[in-house]
Structures are given as structure tokens and as C-alpha cells.
């Protein structure tokens, strides 16, 4: 990335961010396989929310440091706090993040460089998009602590085939990557060494996008998956009306009747 700035290297959550408007996060406690204990959940969630106040971000990458991407909650963190409130309180806190990912008005692309289970399995489902390499796993372990997976299994169920998330559900066993990719958990599976390069070239097609189409483009990918057929139609056909409107949406149509490459507004 070009331009790129970056946050203190001791922080849980690195934020890079480059000229173009790519904003990478970097889940960064390696020695923890960056679980997702409060600290961690309340630096993504601040560093999220950031991305969804800035208006020229663009992209949004999750990535991490160490062998793991995400090992899902932190079980030691639960044990110590075991009243229910407490409980309530971290889930809460989890399932607000997870939201948050799908509610900004930029893709975000997961990058799995390792393990990812229970709510790190969660995570990379949560994301518009992931890349994997193909050392990297994916299990919803808590069923082996007694624990269902429950709130990792809203992300994995509108991902996967149901009979594929309920094994995954119910057994605790890993998936290796190129399963995931079969099963729809993953976009592209790769060598560890290309990872990076392949996030690139997913991030470059979504820049060559015009950024109005983009955002409501997610926005109604996923307000139409909860309704019904008829309310679906009814919503896209007026997001769709909505973009004619936009001055790029224009320019395209413009640019295809006249045989030339459009030139975006952000471009001129």
C-alpha cells in the first residue's frame, strides 16, 4: 500500500491506512491468538467506527499477526467473570462489532493468514469478502467446552449450506481452507506467501468501482436477504432507482451507449 500510515506497534488492534482510502486492521495479540476478550472487542469496535466516520475510506481489511487469525473468545476471560450479566454484557459487546462490519458502507475483506475458530470463524463469515491461505483452518469449537457456538452460528448459517454449518456446529471439528472455500465460507484460497497479493487484487476491483454503487450496493445485499421475495424485489428495485440517479451511475450508462471507458467522479 502506498502512503500507508500505522498506529503504535503495541496496540491490539494496528490501523494502517493509505492514500486510496484502503484501511487495514491488524488484530495484534499473537500470544493470545488474538482472542477476542473486551480490550480487543472495544479496540476493534473504536477502530471500526472510526472507518464508518471517515467519509473518503474505501476499502476496510482485516488481517492479523501471529499463527492464528482468531481464536473466538477469550474462555479464560468467561471463567472469571461467570455471573450472567457479566456474560450478557460480553456478547452484547461481540455482537455489536460483528454489526458494525456489516452496517459500514465499505467492503471489507478478511485476510486469514491461520486459525480461526469459534467467534474468529464468526469473524471472517461476518466479512463481505476473505481470502484464506491455505494453512489456515476454521472450527466452531465451543461445542467441545460444552459451549454452542450460537452466536458464531448467525454469521456461519448465511454462509454455509445448513447441513454443512450444523456439523460444524455440533461436532467442534476443523475445516481445512479449500473445505471452507467449497463450503462458501471463503472467496479465494491461497499460498501463505500470495496472500497478500490476492487481498490486492480484490481491493484494486472494488476501487475501480464507483464508491455511491458500492455502498448501496452492500447496504441492500444485505437488507434484502431477511425479507421475503416480494419485499426484496420492492427494495432493490428502488435502490436500484435511487443509484440511476447518482452522477456516476449516469456516466456509466453514458459511457457504455458511447463505446468508452467511464471516468468516475472521483477520478475527474
Not at 50 to 76: E, N, P, T, Y
Not at 104 to 111: D, E, F, H, M, S
Not at 146 to 157: E, K, N, Q, W, Y
Not at 217 to 243: D, F, I, P, S
Request: proline share 4%; hydrophobic share 50%.
Amino acid at each position: 500500500m502506498s502512503d500507508a500510515s500505522t498506529t503504535a506497534t503495541d496496540a491490539l488492534v494496528l490501523v494502517q491506512r493509505d492514500a486510496r482510502g484502503v484501511v487495514t486492521l491488524t488484530l495484534n495479540d499473537p500470544a493470545r491468538f488474538n482472542a477476542l476478550g473486551s480490550p480487543m472487542l472495544a479496540a476493534l469496535q473504536s477502530a471500526i467506527d472510526a472507518v464508518a466516520a471517515d467519509a473518503s475510506a474505501r476499502v476496510l481489511v482485516l488481517a492479523a499477526q501471529g499463527r492464528a487469525f482468531c481464536a473466538g473468545h477469550d474462555l479464560k476471560e468467561m471463567a472469571a467473570a461467570s455471573d450472567l450479566a457479566s456474560h450478557q454484557k460480553l456478547f452484547a459487546q461481540c455482537s455489536r462489532m460483528m454489526l458494525s462490519l456489516q452496517k459500514l458502507p465499505v467492503p471489507v475483506i478478511a485476510q486469514v493468514q491461520g486459525m480461526a475458530t469459534a467467534a474468529g470463524c464468526q469473524l471472517v463469515a461476518q466479512c463481505d469478502l476473505a481470502v484464506a491461505s491455505d494453512a489456515a483452518t476454521f472450527a466452531t469449537s465451543g461445542i467441545r467446552y460444552g459451549l454452542f457456538c450460537s452466536t458464531p452460528s448467525v454469521a456461519l448459517v448465511r454462509n454455509l449450506p445448513i447441513k454443512k454449518a450444523m456439523e460444524m456446529l455440533l461436532t467442534g471439528d476443523f475445516i481445512d481452507a479449500a473445505t471452507a472455500l467449497d463450503q462458501g465460507l471463503l472467496n479465494r484460497v491461497v499460498a501463505p506467501e500470495a496472500l497478500a497479493d490476492a487481498v490486492e487484487q480484490l481491493v484494486q476491483a472494488i476501487l475501480d468501482k464507483p464508491r455511491v454503487a458500492v455502498a448501496m450496493g452492500k447496504a441492500l445485499v444485505y437488507q434484502q436477504r431477511e425479507l421475503g421475495v416480494e419485499a426484496a424485489y420492492q427494495l432493490a428495485g428502488q435502490t436500484m432507482a435511487v443509484n440511476m440517479q447518482d452522477a456516476d451511475a449516469q456516466e456509466g450508462v453514458s459511457a457504455f451507449a458511447q463505446k468508452r471507458p467511464p471516468r468516475w467522479k472521483a477520478d475527474a
